[in-house]
């Protein structure tokens, strides 16, 4: 099946630090997709992304869909402590008829020490 | 109110026992998923269904079946449960099927001792 590689596996940063995380697939993704989990809550969408070389943002949030539509990255600026906790990225396949399926990294833990 | 949401939040149940885990949705999408997650294995599909009279297995349906009693509901059963299902299970949406957007509800934690 499809595997999505998504690094770091965690990161402990400073607080007022920007911070950067990227996915990366072996084959071609037609959307990319940010989601933030809290501890004990489902995943939370932060930013969709649709075209290869897209970028957008979302408050502090930044997120980009790579020209070869094989990767993305997701870079969040000032870090305050509530950016603590699970970022996953997740993707959907250019294949035809699974379109309905997202392919999910494993996720990037991120803690923020004030 | 929260578009999706699932009850119960946490469910604690003994091996053998036949369990439900609910999920509603008020966002009016046609396609609901259920997932669990584990510590290490990321998000994994169940079932998922395109609409009422539609039941898809995912990746991991052996021991687990769904009911979508109507466009809102998509239920999920544990037949006998065991307890490696002890796990956080997910329920999402979304509405169309090239710019696949999920959203997800706010999780049930199971423990299956």
């Known amino acids: 099946g499809q595997q999505l590689n998504q690094s770091p596996q965690s990161m402990f940063i400073q607080e007022g630090e920007d911070v950067s995380m990227n996915c990366t697939s072996s084959?071609?993704?037609?959307?990319w997709l940010w989601y933030k989990q809290d501890p004990g809550e489902g995943p939370v969408l932060l930013i969709a992304l649709y075209k290869a070389g897209e970028l957008t943002s979302n408050g502090r949030l930044t997120a980009q869909f790579g020209i070869t539509r094989k990767d993305s990255f997701l870079n969040i600026s000032a870090s305050i402590p509530s950016d603590v906790g699970i970022y996953f990225c997740?993707?959907?396949?250019?294949?035809?008829?699974?379109?309905?399926?997202?392919?999910f990294g494993k996720g990037t833990l991120l803690t923020v020490n004030p | 109110d929260a578009d999706v949401t699932q009850t119960p939040r946490n469910r604690i149940t003994k091996t053998g026992k036949r369990i439900m885990l609910e999920c509603s949705q008020t966002k009016g999408h046609d396609r609901m998923y259920w997932y669990r997650q584990d510590p290490g294995l990321g998000l994994r599909l169940i079932y998922y269904s395109f609409d009422v009279k539609d039941i898809n297995k995912g990746e991991i349906s052996d021991g687990y079946s769904v009911s979508r009693q109507a466009q809102a509901k998509f239920s999920l059963s544990l037949e006998s449960a065991i307890p490696n299902q002890t796990a956080l299970y997910f329920c999402?949406?979304?509405?169309?099927?090239?710019?696949?957007?999920?959203?997800f509800g706010p999780g049930t934690r199971l423990l299956v001792l």
């Open positions: 084959s071609i993704f037609n959307t």
């Open positions: 997740a993707g959907q396949p250019n294949s035809g008829g699974s379109n309905y399926k997202l392919t």
């Open positions: 999402a949406t979304s509405d169309t099927s090239y710019r696949e957007t999920q959203y």
